[in-house]
RNA sequence: GCGCCAUUAGCUCAGAUGGUAGAGCAACUGACUCUUAAUCAGUAAGUCCGGGGUUCGAGUCCCCGAUGGCGUACCA
C-alpha cells in the first residue's frame, strides 16, 4: 500500500501529494503512523472539562483527530477532537524537545494523535493539555472541510457521512439522540415486560403494510424472495404462540417513492400486548412518547422546525368522523350510502374513483383536508374498514375498525390497533386485497394463507401499534429531513453508465 | 413521475449587461513561547458538474444529460 502512494502523483492536486510525501517521509524513518497499533487513554476532553477541578494539574493521556493548529513559533495550540468534545493542546519546545517538536509542525489537520500532557488553563482561560509527548496514531490523507463553514454541500454530507461527523459536531449529537431515543425505548418495553424479539427479514410473502416490496432472490432455493414491508404478521404469529408481550425494533424496507421523510429502508417498532386493546394501546402509546422525551431531552415541550409542540399528556383524541366534520362539515355519520358519500366528495372539490366507497373517501377528505391541521400530539379513532385489512371492526359499527394513528406536526407517527383475531374474516380481507391486487393495486396484501391458519388457532384479543422511529427521531432532535437522522441514507451513486 | 432551484480551487462562497476566473479558510515558505475563525509577509492551487449548440469569443445564452435540495404526486 505504502510503497503504492508516489504511483500517480501527477494526476492527484497538490495538497495530496503533500500529506502522501510527508507519508512516506515518516515511513522511510521508520515511523509508519499505520503501523501504530494501540494508544492508552485515560480520559475524554469532555471528561476533563466537565470534571475540571479533579483533573487539574494531573497527567492525562488523549487520542483523537487534530481539528486546527495555531502555530506561533516555538509553541503551538491545536484542538484535538475525541468521542464526545474537543480540548487544546499547548505545545512548547522547551516540554516536548526540538526533534519532536519539528516534526509535530509537520503534522496536518485531520492527523489522528495521542498526546499525554498536564491539564491545567490558559491565561484566556480556556481548559487545555499541556503536552509532553506526542504520538502520530494515523496520517490523513486527505484535507478536511474549512473549520468555519464546516461541510455544507448536502449531496457531499450524505455520501461521505464520516467527513459530516469529523466536522459538523451537531450531527454526531443528532445520532448520539437517535441512539438514546432506541435504547430509551427498550428500556421502556423490557420495563413493563415485553420480550424484544427478532423476525425475518426474507418473507416468502411480505404483508402487514400495503407498499411495494423490494425482490430478491435466494440461489440454494431458486426462489424469490421478499425484505419483509412490516414485521406485524410475525409478531402476531408470536402471540398466537403465547408470547403474550412481544415487541421488535426493525428496519423494514418500501419499494416505493423518496421524499424528505421517506427513505428505502427506515426503521419501526412493533409492539403488542395480548388481552389489551387499542385504547391500552393508546396509553402505551403516550407513555412510550413521553418517557422517552422526559429521559433523552429532559423536557416535554419541544420545538420543531419553529413550532412550539407541548407532549404533555393526555393528547388530543378525535374521531376520523369527527375530524372530517369539524374541518370540512361534513358529517359522514349522517352519510349512509356510497353514492351520497361521492357526492359529498365532489362538493369539497375531492378527486375521487368509482371504486371509492364510504370509508375510502372518508379517509381521502381525512387526509387532504384534516391531517395538515394536526400540529399537536392528536390520536385520530376509528378508521374505516376498507383502509384497515388486520384491524378488528367496532361492534357498534362494523364500518369502523377500532383503530388509530398518532399525528404530530402533521405527520404520522404510530398506527395502531385492536387487532383482528378472526380468521375468517381475515381470510375475507385477504381476498379483498388480493382482487385489488389482481386489478392492478400493487400495494394490495398478498394471501397469506399461514397467516390466517395462526389465526385459526386462536389469538387472543390483542392490541398493536408500530411506529416510525425515524420519524420520531426527526421531531426529537428537531431534524428537517428523514436524511438528517439516518448515518447512510438511500443514495443513487454518482456516476452511472461509465463501465458496461 | 412532474416542476423550480443549485453545481466555480480540498472546503465556504463572489463572479450586472457574453470578453478568457477571484476572495477567505486549508496547503506550502518564512517570522512569532498563552493562541483560539491567531496574526504578519510571500507562494502555489481550477475538466467553472458532463456533452452538444449559438457566437469572433461562453462560468455567463440555448438544448440534452448527471447528481442533489425543495415542492408536488405516490406512500392505509
Given at each position: 500500500m505504502i510503497e503504492n502512494s508516489n504511483e500517480n502523483l501527477q494526476d492527484i492536486n497538490e495538497i495530496l501529494q503533500v500529506r502522501r510525501k510527508k507519508l512516506s517521509e515518516l515511513v522511510s524513518n521508520g515511523?509508519?503512523?499505520?503501523a501504530v497499533t494501540k494508544y492508552e487513554v485515560d480520559a475524554s476532553a469532555k471528561q476533563i472539562i466537565e470534571n475540571y477541578d479533579n483533573f487539574e494539574g494531573k497527567a492525562v493521556s488523549l487520542a483523537g483527530r487534530i481539528m486546527s493548529k495555531r502555530g506561533m513559533g516555538k509553541a503551538s495550540f491545536c484542538d484535538l477532537s475525541d468521542r464526545d468534545g474537543k480540548i487544546q493542546l499547548y505545545i512548547r519546545k522547551d516540554e516536548v524537545g526540538e526533534d519532536s517538536y519539528e516534526k509535530i509542525k509537520k503534522i496536518d489537520i485531520g492527523d489522528i494523535a495521542g498526546v499525554t500532557g498536564e491539564v491545567f488553563t490558559t491565561n484566556k482561560g480556556e481548559i487545555s493539555v499541556k503536552v509532553n509527548a506526542f504520538t502520530l496514531l494515523s496520517k490523513s490523507l486527505q484535507p478536511l472541510p474549512e473549520?468555519?463553514?464546516?461541510?455544507?454541500?448536502q449531496d457531499l454530507r450524505y455520501r461521505q457521512r464520516y467527513v459530516d461527523l469529523i466536522v459538523n459536531p451537531e450531527v454526531k449529537n443528532t445520532f448520539i439522540t437517535r441512539s438514546k431515543i432506541v435504547s430509551s425505548m427498550r428500556h421502556f418495553f423490557d420495563s413493563q415486560g415485553y420480550l424484544e424479539v427478532e423476525t425475518p427479514v426474507l418473507n416468502n410473502i411480505p404483508g402487514g403494510a400495503a407498499a411495494r416490496p423490494f425482490v430478491t432472490h435466494h440461489n440454494t432455493l431458486d426462489m424469490n424472495m421478499y425484505l419483509r414491508i412490516a414485521t406485524e404478521l410475525h409478531l402476531k404469529r408470536l402471540i398466537v404462540g403465547g408470547m403474550e408481550k412481544v415487541y421488535e425494533i426493525g428496519r423494514i424496507f418500501r419499494n416505493e417513492g423518496m421524499s424528505p421523510r421517506h427513505n428505502p429502508e427506515f426503521t419501526t417498532v412493533e409492539v403488542y400486548g395480548a388481552y389489551t386493546d387499542y385504547n391500552d394501546m393508546m396509553t402505551l402509546t403516550e407513555n412510550l412518547v413521553c418517557h422517552v422525551a422526559k429521559e433523552v431531552?429532559?423536557?416535554?415541550e419541544i420545538t420543531y422546525q419553529g413550532e412550539e409542540i407541548n407532549l404533555t399528556p393526555p393528547w388530543n383524541r378525535m374521531t376520523m368522523v369527527d375530524a372530517v366534520k369539524n374541518y370540512t362539515g361534513i358529517d359522514f355519520s349522517a352519510i349512509q350510502t356510497d353514492e351520497q358519500a361521492r357526492n359529498a366528495a365532489k362538493d369539497a372539490n375531492i378527486a375521487i374513483e368509482n371504486t371509492d366507497t364510504w370509508g375510502t373517501i372518508l379517509n381521502k377528505l381525512f387526509e387532504e383536508?384534516?391531517?395538515?391541521?394536526?400540529?399537536?400530539?392528536t390520536f385520530i379513532i376509528d378508521y374505516p374498514v376498507e383502509v384497515s385489512p388486520l384491524a378488528k371492526k367496532m361492534q357498534s359499527n362494523p364500518?369502523?375498525?377500532e383503530r388509530f394513528e398518532l399525528f404530530i406536526t402533521r405527520r404520522e407517527i404510530a398506527n395502531a390497533f385492536s387487532?383482528?383475531?378472526d380468521p375468517i374474516d381475515q381470510r375475507e380481507r385477504f381476498e379483498e386485497q388480493v382482487r385489488q391486487r389482481a386489478a392492478g393495486n400493487e400495494e394490495a396484501n398478498m394471501m397469506d394463507d399461514d397467516f390466517v391458519l395462526a389465526l385459526e388457532y386462536g389469538m387472543p384479543p390483542t392490541g398493536g401499534m408500530g411506529m416510525g422511529i425515524d420519524r420520531l427521531v426527526m421531531l426529537l432532535t428537531d431534524s428537517p429531513s428523514i436524511r438528517d437522522v439516518l448515518l447512510f441514507p438511500t443514495m443513487k451513486p454518482k456516476k452511472i453508465g461509465e463501465q458496461s
Open positions: 515511523e509508519n503512523p499505520y473549520k468555519f463553514h464546516g461541510l455544507k454541500d431531552l429532559e423536557t416535554l383536508k384534516v391531517e395538515q391541521h394536526l400540529v399537536s400530539p364500518r369502523l375498525t387487532e383482528l383475531n
